[in-house]
Nanobody, 115 residues
Framework: QVQLVESGGGLVQPGGTLRLSCAAS????????MAWYRQAPGKQRELVAG???????NYADSVKGRFAISRDNTKNTVYLQMNSVNTEDTAVYYC?????????WGQGTQVTVSS
């Protein structure tokens, strides 16, 4: 059974930092493509960042230069380092895994940027 468990969300002030983590189980993590999506109230879900098995990364234009995705294959964990956050980063953040033609989603973690 595939499980993706996000953690690290919460309330952060504008300009602050936050690091999200996603622990995966039930997949061969090292060969999986991992990504973070987010969904803000009233908006469509959007890709934030992705990282392939060979550490190739891609980012949404809105987060380039502020967010960084990384992975630790020894811990089966993917991270999203969020720097210089602003109110438009407020959303539920979801971890996803693409493994053997299957797509899997975590339950999401809320990130709220507010003063």
């Amino acid at each position: 059974q595939v499980q993706l468990v996000e953690s690290g969300g919460g309330l952060v002030q504008p300009g602050g930092t936050l690091r999200l983590s996603c622990a995966a189980s039930g997949i061969i993590f090292s060969i999986s493509t991992m990504a973070w999506y987010r969904q803000a109230p009233g908006k469509q879900r959007e890709l934030v960042a992705g990282i392939t098995a060979i550490n190739r990364t891609n980012y949404a234009d809105s987060v380039k230069g502020r967010f960084a995705i990384s992975r630790d294959n020894t811990k089966n964990t993917v991270y999203l380092q969020m720097n210089s956050v602003n109110t438009e980063d407020t959303a539920v953040y979801y971890c996803t895994a693409r493994y053997r033609n299957g797509d899997y989603w975590g339950q999401g973690t809320q990130v709220t940027v507010s003063s």
